[in-house]
């Protein structure tokens, strides 16, 4: 909701409000707590890429002295899945292993060493099963699908959706084009490992811990998994060492380390190995994908028809939604009067791919603002004019019905190209020295809840104690991207108090209403609003109280710093809350938030997209690259975001940098890949994250468009900015080589390739050509809205 | 089970450990100071770093034995809540810090930098503090943390 | 948490009783424990019995730079002690600090980097890793799966230090059941991934020493992916030493991480010994390297990438020598 800051409080630059905590170390991260009697857990994992189980042998695990607990897959035989669409995991393999890693077995004893040998003795007796690694095999292979036994075996999801007439766009187009991309998968890598803690407390019920960005999907999972009323579980969720999409699924070691709890009735504590978080991933899908535009000879997309085949690996996960993410997002930054989006998930024996920071947006972001800069190329146009002439413009409806309210992305885009210099440079800068330039697009927060319900998708109380002291009370957990003050930070604006004064508990299924979880980028706009909502409420009170007391007009009594202000009289705030306390009894306020209903079309696959607001940003990357050795070097990247209001200005600058870091390590390094099944090197020597030397200056710019439903304008800034920047680098290598790289990472020796293609007199291309030989059905034809620009 | 006395944030323990013990081990599971952090037990991401006779080293790949009669110093030994270290201040200025878990092993790294150079350049920070992998912020809060508390900033 | 398996430990107070207890069975040297201590938590030791460990062992620290110039490094001086040392030669103090990152500087040792074991991207990995796959030569196995076809393990020598000790001519001194002996360092090595060292396993590596080196222009270049943490993939040393004409009276050219052992090019060398040194001769040696060594698909980036980049390193460390 939108109310105006005039406290000061929302947009000064603070620290964190746990800043000192953790720079004393006092955080207490999941692996940092223990129970006297705690027994450690350990969990035996597939060295099979597909294998039925014929048996599974604990006897001699269970006779190792300190040993007091086995588990199997016989012993927690119900599916589940994060999305109610892909209920395919189990939290031990039943039957069947899919990948090198999928949890078999757990155990738990006395001591780490006891548990890690006791996973040695546990026997398992494979019958090896035909083995899928790409998607080429998941398409052809027609034995022993991984999933199921249809026709069409290794497909998760298919969809195949056209707004408009795009066969018609593409007649009156003076000018198409067609691509092949392919943005290769990778892991989140968040430094702390995932751990859960399960714990009897002394009144029966199982409490459950857990480093996750989602305790109350994690809720509703462990009732489930263990067939037990919710009532009977308590979560709470752990400050999480980074989460970045890693730790918003449900995964073996939690429902394990709850049922390990409640057979051995001791405390137990499985941390994951790094090599684990490789296995469990839930990172980036490798995309392969094709589009094809149509322009008039100005410019103008006429159509536009995208196609996306996704690498899931093993289980669904959120990959539904991922694979739409893939193709709904295109229409939030260029107006495309007729869209077509084909997609496909496949299975393949490896770690299951998820949701990683941009959610199936990056890998579509990189082909789709890469293919422009060439379509510019093509037509004779500079990068920017080409997009300009095809933004976006405020409060329109895109063809595939989603909402766009605030957008700043024209600001983003001049910000950026001025300060940069970018249309002086782009062509003059010396050979080996390049700059590109790219935009891109966020949700802030997902319209629909991840499983049907019409309650909301957040929750806030606060209460205020006779010291006048407030507490907030949130479910959403804190993965570092600053949710927490962000909570104290609305509610100390509209209450007049300090960030840091304030009480905020967060993440707690017993303690704090329901807020669905820190994915999506949805904290700040519908926590906030919950937040700001129940802190109007009690403002409200407190002022209403004040001026009955006072016995002057309301209007007259307003909310200072600490103080609530009558005319001439300043009341300290713990005063009048008590005054509000006599007044009105326990002063406790609830807000809530849930999305517009009308922001979405109805049509299959429209639950996806939709979103109260996007964010939008623009990047320009200043590259160097050595033609010899093919080595791309990031100089200095400028990052405008369009936010909507920066309620902690240094927070949001963090969200930027941290974005441009990540992004740079898909575009340059990162890679999760297979020999076979077989991961190239689960550690973090092998899995390459850039270092501090890595790191160019980042320009961060925040551009504020005040947001009309966002708590004081605000929109998100944990995931957006990281898009943009992928394509600036690719564009920019580019400018320095005049070489197209269309699969990333940019690895040296793919450098070079496209260099030698140049060389040999080619198009100094390095990327695929094919696609797999696949037939999508028929698309839904959906009518696009009457307001939408069409063809 | 091996006899080792080490001094830790200043106090003298004596400890039975087994042979295999590594100092990351013994300083959060045996002293409770679990302000050390690990994110890879493999010398890889540097989130482990504790200061012995003052250097960062990496505690994962420490036996305990071998840093018998050593000084060894962690995130709990260099400053509170109340009265914190200027480094530990500075990072949340800086918003140097967002999920937490790599900072405890910075701030040490830049300790044990500042203590010998309390005037480095920007780039000998980054070179000091190359071996510790941030994931959340970019580095760029990190420097502008380090920086402002050396001798000529303060 | 990834914990080391159960061991013993021994720490002599002299070399001849550390010699004594790597005698045993599943005895192991430890000097800072950087490179012995992951791979042991990798479980890649499964014999492993006993860490014996130096640190009580008088005499093993220390930089000691004499008269006529030579230098002898103590075994168990710290790369970090190395990298600070003005008195050294700056090619010896960059690759030293060129060796993984700031932390393991500080632990890791000159002796441990120069027996740094031998790396493969089939051996070096973790638990489960190594349960899914069928073990390899080094790990016990049958054959080596990065070259099915050969007998021989491919592991790859991944030691920064070691190239650049080849090319200035360092000796090692070494102390076993037999007494002391001294050879010169590229005799310590042998281009088999398995057996890479040529002292055996009872023998300990005290001291390098460096002759003196006056007038000798040498240089060290790393390839890897990162600033930082990161093994070389190539290491290029090269010392040379130019007459007042420019004529190149004297070249080594050593390159690291492309196979078992540190590789002296001498077909480099010959090009350059004996000419004067311009960029013509410079890109003929450059060129001469690119076919001496086969690095193969065990490492980071590709055996073709790597091979490629062999004379570009080369030249551009020959080139800055000039």
Aim: charged share 20%.
């Amino acid at each position: 909701m939108r109310s105006e800051p005039h406290l000061g409080i929302v947009g000064r630059a603070a620290p964190r409000v746990d800043a000192l905590a953790q720079a004393t170390g006092r955080v207490k991260y999941l692996d940092d707590l223990s129970y006297s009697g705690m027994l450690h857990g350990k969990i035996l994992r597939s060295t099979e890429a597909h294998a039925r189980i014929v048996a599974v042998d604990t006897s001699a695990a269970k006779a190792l002295p300190g040993v007091h607990g086995i588990l199997t897959g016989e012993d927690l035989p119900v599916a589940f899945g994060l999305l109610p669409v892909s209920q395919d995991e189990h939290a031990l393999a039943v039957d069947k292993v899919r990948h090198i890693g999928d949890p078999i077995a757990a155990v738990a004893a006395e001591h780490p060493d006891i548990a890690q040998r006791a996973m040695e003795l546990i026997e398992v007796t494979y019958e090896s099963l035909p083995v899928v690694t790409t998607m080429t095999e998941a398409v052809e292979t027609t034995e022993e699908p991984i999933h199921g036994d249809g026709p069409r075996n290794n497909r998760d999801r298919e969809i195949s959706l056209e707004f408009g007439d795009v066969d018609a766009g593409f007649d009156i187009a003076y000018h198409i084009r067609e691509d092949v991309f392919f943005y290769q998968g990778n892991n989140h890598a968040a430094l702390e490992a995932h751990g859960a803690l399960g714990v009897v407390e002394d009144d029966g019920r199982l409490h459950v811990f857990s480093s996750t960005q989602v305790p109350h999907y994690l809720h509703r999972i462990l009732a489930k998994v263990l067939e037990m009323p919710e009532s009977r579980i308590r979560v709470t969720a752990t400050p999480t060492g980074g989460g970045f999409g890693a730790k918003t699924d449900v995964f073996s070691h939690e429902l394990v380390a709850g049922q390990m709890a409640l057979i051995t009735g001791r405390p137990v504590k499985f941390v994951l190995t790094r090599e684990e978080v490789f296995y469990a991933h839930r990172g980036r899908h490798p995309v392969l994908m094709w589009v094809k535009t149509g322009f008039t000879s100005d410019g103008r997309i006429t159509a536009m028809s995208f196609r996306t085949f996704i690498d899931g690996g093993a289980y669904g996960s959120y990959g539904a939604a991922s694979l739409l993410y893939t193709g709904q997002l295109q229409t939030i930054t260029y107006r495309i009067p007729a869209y077509r989006f084909e997609g496909v998930r496949l299975f393949t024996n490896k770690p299951a791919c998820g949701p990683k920071r941009g959610h199936g947006t990056p890998q579509p972001r990189f082909g789709l603002e890469v293919h422009l800069d060439k379509a510019a190329d093509d037509l004779g146009l500079d990068p920017v004019t080409i997009r300009k002439r095809n933004l976006v413009s405020p409060n329109t409806v895109t063809v595939n019905h989603l909402r766009i309210t605030s957008c700043g992305l024209t600001e983003c885009i001049d910000r950026v190209v001025a300060d940069s210099g970018y249309l002086d440079k782009r062509r003059h800068l010396p050979q080996g020295h390049g700059i590109g330039f790219a935009i891109g697009a966020y949700m802030s927060g997902a319209g629909l809840p991840i499983y049907f319900n019409d309650m909301p998708q957040s929750e806030v109380m606060i209460k205020v104690d006779r010291g006048g002291g407030v507490t907030v009370y949130s479910m959403a957990a804190d993965c570092g991207q600053g949710s927490t003050t962000m909570l104290a930070t609305v509610v100390g604006e509209a209450l007049g108090l300090d960030p840091s004064d304030l009480v905020v508990i967060t993440a707690d299924t017993d303690l704090t209403p329901v807020d669905l979880g820190s994915y999506s980028s949805r904290v700040t706009f519908m926590a906030g609003n919950a937040a700001l909502e129940a802190a109007l409420k009690l403002t409200d009170l407190v002022l209403t109280a004040i001026a009955d007391e006072l016995d002057i007009d309301q209007d007259a009594v307003e909310i200072g710093h600490g103080v609530v202000v009558a005319g001439d009289r300043e009341i300290p705030w713990a005063e009048a809350a008590r005054i509000a306390e006599a007044r009105w009894g326990l002063l406790v306020t609830t807000g809530t938030y849930k999305p517009p209903k009308d922001i979405k079309g109805d049509y299959r696959g429209a639950g996806v997209g939709p979103s109260p607001a996007y964010s939008y940003s623009a990047c320009v990357a200043d590259v160097k690259c050595d033609p010899e050795t093919g080595h791309v070097s990031v100089e200095r990247v400028w990052l405008a975001h369009d936010v909507g209001r920066a309620i902690n200005p240094l927070l949001v600058r963090g969200q930027i940098e941290g974005s441009v870091h990540m992004a740079l390590g898909e575009v340059l390094m990162e890679e999760q890949t297979f020999r076979g099944a077989l991961h190239s090197g689960p550690s973090l020597l092998d899995y390459k994250i850039p270092t501090v030397l890595e790191m160019p200056r980042v320009e961060s710019i925040i551009v504020e468009s005040i947001d009309a439903e966002g708590p004081f304008g605000a929109k998100e800034v944990g995931q957006g900015p990281l898009l943009p920047v992928i394509p600036a680098v690719v564009n920019a290598v580019h400018d320095a080589l005049g070489i197209r790289l269309d699969a990333i990472p940019l690895r040296p020796d793919k450098v070079l390739a496209a260099l030698d293609d140049l060389e040999r007199g080619g198009p100094g291309r390095y990327g695929p050509t094919d696609l797999p030989d696949y037939t999508f059905r028929s698309p839904l034809r959906v009518d696009p809205p009457p307001e939408a620009v069409t063809v | 089970m091996e006899p080792v006395t080490l001094t830790v944030n200043g106090a003298t323990r004596r400890l039975f450990v087994p042979p295999q013990r590594t100092l990351l081990e013994t300083v959060r599971e045996d002293l409770g100071l679990t302000g050390t952090k690990h994110g890879c037990e493999l010398g890889e991401c540097g989130a482990c770093t504790v200061l012995i006779d003052g250097v960062p080293i990496l505690s994962c790949l420490t036996l305990t034995v071998n840093a018998t009669d050593c000084e060894i110093v962690t995130i709990e030994g260099i400053g509170s809540m109340t009265e914190p270290h200027p480094l530990q201040r500075s990072f949340g200025e800086h918003g140097a810090a967002q999920c937490g878990y790599c900072t405890p092993a910075m701030i040490l790294t830049a300790k044990a930098l500042l203590d010998r150079d309390p005037n480095p350049s920007e780039e000998t920070i980054a070179e000091a503090i190359a071996g510790n992998m941030c994931r959340c912020t970019g580095y760029l809060s990190i420097l502008s943390a380090v920086a402002a508390v050396t001798e000529e900033n303060q | 948490m990834l914990r080391l398996p159960p061991l013993r430990y021994e720490a002599p107070s002299t070399l001849e009783e550390a010699v004594a207890l790597l005698a045993e069975d599943g005895a192991l040297l430890a000097a800072g424990g950087s490179d012995l201590v992951p791979n042991l938590k990798r479980r890649q030791y499964p014999t492993a019995r006993t860490i014996v460990s130096l640190r009580r062992v008088a005499d093993l620290v220390g930089i000691r730079v004499e008269s006529d110039g030579t230098i002898r490094i103590a075994a168990l001086t710290t790369l970090a002690t190395v990298v600070e040392d003005s008195r050294l030669p700056k090619v010896l103090r960059e690759a030293a600090g060129a060796v993984a990152s700031p932390q393991i500087r500080n632990q890791g040792t000159v002796g441990g980097n120069l027996c740094v074991d031998t790396r493969c991207d089939w051996l070096n990995v973790p638990d489960t890793w190594r349960q899914a796959a069928e073990p390899c030569l080094k790990a016990g196995g049958e054959m080596c799966w990065v070259a099915p076809a050969k007998k021989d393990c491919w592991a790859v020598s991944s030691s920064d230090l070691a190239p650049v000790m080849v090319a200035l001519g360092a000796e090692v001194q070494l102390i076993g059941p037999d007494g002391r002996r001294s050879i010169p360092i590229e005799q310590l090595y042998r281009n088999d991934g398995m057996a890479y060292l040529t002292k055996t396993t009872e023998e300990i590596l005290t001291e390098v020493v460096i002759g003196p080196h006056a007038g000798l222009r040498a240089t060290y270049r790393k390839l890897r992916r990162r600033g930082s943490i990161d093994f070389p993939i190539l290491g290029v040393a090269a010392a040379v030493r130019l007459d007042d004409a420019d004529i190149c009276t004297e070249a080594r050219i050593v390159l690291g991480a492309v196979a078992s052992a540190p590789l002296r090019v001498p077909t480099s060398e010959e090009v350059l010994v004996g000419r004067t040194y311009n960029a013509e001769t410079i890109a003929e040696a450059a060129e001469a390297a690119r076919k001496l060594a086969r690095p193969l698909n065990n490492t980071d980036l590709t055996s073709r990438y790597r091979t490629r980049m062999i004379p570009v390193f080369v030249r551009r460390a020959l080139e800055e020598l000039g």
